[in-house]
Structures are given as C-alpha cells and as structure tokens.
C-alpha cells in the first residue's frame, strides 16, 4: 500500500485547509484510516481516524473544526481544517491501518506540511 498525500501549505489564522491522501491497494474499504500531525519538538499525536464504517474519531483539540471524511471508490481519505490556529502548525500524516487477521498493520505517507501563520 502506498499513500499520497497533498494539500499543505500556508494558511492565516482562522483559514481553511483540505488534505487529501490517496492510497493504492485494494484494502483501504476494510481499514481503520486517519491522520495524525507532528510537531517540531514534539510526538506525532492523532488527528482523526475514520474507521471502515465510516465513524469519525477525533482528538480534543480539533473536535468542531476539523473533518475527517472517506471515499472508498477512490481509496482516499480528507480533512477538512476549518478556524486554523497556529498550534496546528505541524506535519500532517495519513495513515491507513489494517488487521490482516493476526495483527495490525500501518501505512504511512510521506507527510504534508501545514503552517498556520499571519
């Protein structure tokens, strides 16, 4: 599986962004899928995950303004970022996580980079 994500970039404060992160593979329907954020300084911490029914998961810190959405004919996931604030300036990360019957198994991509700032 390989993931592709697009949509960073520079945004002012109270702006919007939307990421989006395609995937290859036929296992994106049966797989939890999310995006996390890291950053300079700190862990990578969970955004939103959407799991293969399609519930939302979000952290705290972003319930109310971001929105995680799936399209699984496109094998792709979003997030909408809406009231940007600069502590989410970070590293945007998809993940898509899949249990292959034994254990779960995490894919990544290669991050986009999300700087909220005037």
């Known amino acids: 599986v390989q993931l592709q994500a697009s949509g960073g970039g520079l945004v002012q404060p109270e702006g919007s962004l939307r990421l989006s992160c395609a995937a290859s593979?036929?296992?994106?329907?049966?797989?939890?899928v999310g995006w996390y954020r890291q950053a300079p300084g700190k862990q990578r911490e969970l955004v939103a995950t959407?799991?293969?029914?399609?519930?939302?998961n979000y952290a705290d810190s972003v319930k109310g303004r971001f929105t995680i959405s799936r399209d699984n004919a496109k094998n792709t996931v979003y997030l909408q970022m809406n009231s940007l604030n600069p502590e989410d300036t970070a590293v945007y990360y998809c993940?898509?996580?899949?249990?292959?019957?034994?254990?779960?198994?995490?894919?990544w991509g290669q991050g986009t980079q999300v700087t909220v700032s005037s």
């Open positions: 593979g036929s296992i994106f329907r049966l797989s939890v």
């Open positions: 959407s799991t293969s029914g399609g519930n939302p």
């Open positions: 993940n898509v996580r899949f249990f292959n019957g034994i254990r779960f198994i995490d894919y």
